[in-house]
């Protein structure tokens, strides 16, 4: 398979991410099959137009349903709000597609199997937007785990901490709307941490956990893009549907303890996506807002030197680095998306699942679940027994 013809669905936020990685990867990354950006789907037709321009899509249609039923299509990638994603992925993999799904993967732990169960069923490949996965300090964390050079795992202690919406009239975007995305910072930000947990450290057996909706209404939309958005006329208020911040609390199957903080409401931070992992022979720490470095630990250090040291993973040693720049030249946020999607085309290529897919969205989705039923029945719940 020498390239890829894409139909994409969503042409906003994470649209241009996508996007944006599709066109890098013939330059940066030659040997992955070549992306084509066949198709691109919005409802708004002057905007899905103006994104086919701007980000370099062959067409653009209005309809998702077009965009399946094409005969030169080989990937859907959806990028549309969370409710729209079983849907398109249903029909889209009994058309034969191969998927690419942002997360979280549906809105509920049993759509979420569906769409796995449609994906096996029809053949195809699957995979789900972790892209945090793919920061070069990560992959060096997991290489040291993996190696066992932390020894056995005793902590992973997580925050994803924003502050988008703390300002109480910040409109009612639709990420605020339960019918819509499911759930708040819990799906959008807690997700991400359950899937880092997932890929560092494995499995959670047990989880409790508490949330709170700080501001129960806002002002309704005039329009919204990405994160950004502003008020509509008339001053109508709707009310806010999800959580504003959700904590948890996990034990691993390794035997690990787990923390997790999931808020849009923590004043000063923009995108702390951090993590500790704590183990008998060392730690690391990692935060993304300074994302190519991992700070790291080891308990073997001489004596006078203990302490964490920052390594700047952009070294021949670290993943990906050959693909970009000289040592100690960073690289940023889109830059995971880019790893992500070679991932996915490499895997289209050797015939494999890529990693992670839709077992781990719903995988994560277990969790998801887990933890609000945790908090509506005030007990532990194990996310297998859903
Ligand atoms: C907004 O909270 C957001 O863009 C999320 O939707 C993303 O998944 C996260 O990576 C950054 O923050």
């Known amino acids: 398979m020498n390239e890829v013809r894409i139909g994409m669905v969503g042409y906003k936020f994470m649209g241009k991410a996508h996007s944006h990685a599709y066109r890098d990867i013939p330059m940066f990354f030659p040997d992955a099959p070549r992306p084509v950006m066949k198709l691109i789907c919005g409802r708004n037709e002057e ?3 103006r994104a086919a321009r701007q980000f370099g899509w062959e067409e653009a249609v209005t309809d998702w349903r077009e965009l399946v039923r094409r005969d030169d299509i080989d990937l859907v990638d959806i990028n549309a709000p969370s409710d729209a994603h079983k849907e398109i992925a249903l029909a889209a993999a009994e058309a034969g597609k191969h998927l690419f799904c942002e997360k979280p993967l549906a809105l509920t732990l049993a759509d979420a199997r569906q769409m796995l169960a449609a994906a096996e069923a029809a053949g195809v490949k699957h995979m789900i937007g972790f892209n ?3 920061a070069p300090a990560v992959r060096l964390a997991k290489k040291l785990i993996d190696e066992g050079r932390l020894g056995r795992i005793y902590h992973f202690r997580a925050a994803f901490l924003q502050d988008w919406i703390i300002d109480p009239d910040f409109p009612l975007v639709w990420r605020l709307d339960k019918n819509v995305a499911g759930s708040g910072a819990h799906g959008d930000l807690g997700a991400h941490l359950i899937d880092m947990a997932r890929y560092l450290v494995g499995e959670m057996t047990e989880v409790i956990g508490m949330s ?9 939309p005039g329009s919204m893009t ?6 509509g006329t008339g001053g109508a208020k709707g009310p806010v549907t999800v959580d504003d911040a959700t904590l948890f609390m996990a034990r691993f199957a390794c035997g690990a303890l787990g923390s997790f903080e999931a808020t849009r409401f923590a004043g000063g931070h923009r995108c702390t996506n951090s993590f500790e992992v704590n183990g008998s022979l060392g730690s690391v720490k990692f935060d993304f807002e300074r994302m190519n470095e991992l700070h790291v630990y080891f308990a073997g250090d001489d004596a006078d030197v203990q302490g964490f040291r920052r390594v700047l993973a952009t070294d021949p040693a670290h993943a990906y680095a050959d693909a970009w720049w000289p040592p100690g030249h960073t690289i940023g946020y889109e830059h995971t998306f880019i790893h992500e999607t070679v991932e996915l085309l490499e895997a289209l290529q050797e015939n494999r ?3 992670p ?5 719903v995988q994560c989705q277990a969790v998801l679940e887990a933890v609000e039923r945790s908090i509506e029945q005030k007990r532990w719940v194990r996310p297998d027994d859903l």
Request: glycine letters at 14%; aromatic letters at 14%.
């Open 47 to 49: 905007g899905v137009r």
């Open 132 to 134: 945090y996965r793919f």
């Open 212 to 220: 709170e909706t700080f501001v129960k209404e806002r002002p309704l």
């Open 226 to 231: 990405g994160l950004s958005a502003t008020g």
């Open 353 to 355: 699942q890529p990693v």
């Open 357 to 361: 897919n839709f077992h781990d969205g």
